[in-house]
């Protein structure tokens, strides 16, 4: 799959996103993991995550409402 470039920061799908997170949490040290999801995505994709993740069971989860208009910094 291609890979989305923006600036400096890339955009992975599939099969590339798992393994690039992984690097990227095991190469950083955080002391804590945020993951910004929808209720929709909290539904369909967390499940997902977590079981690529077992981690993820320690991350912090920050959920905002369904629906685009809610997807903006303005």
Request: neutral net charge.
């Amino acid at each position: 799959m291609t890979i989305l470039k923006s600036g400096s920061c890339e955009i992975l799908f599939n099969a590339n996103a798992y393994p690039a997170l992984s690097r990227v949490l095991s190469e950083g040290s955080f002391s804590k993991v945020f993951l910004l999801v929808d209720s929709n995505t909290r539904t369909a994709c967390l499940p997902v995550l977590g079981k690529a993740f077992p981690e993820a069971g320690k991350w912090e989860v920050l959920e905002i409402p369904a629906g685009e208009s809610f997807k903006t910094l303005h």
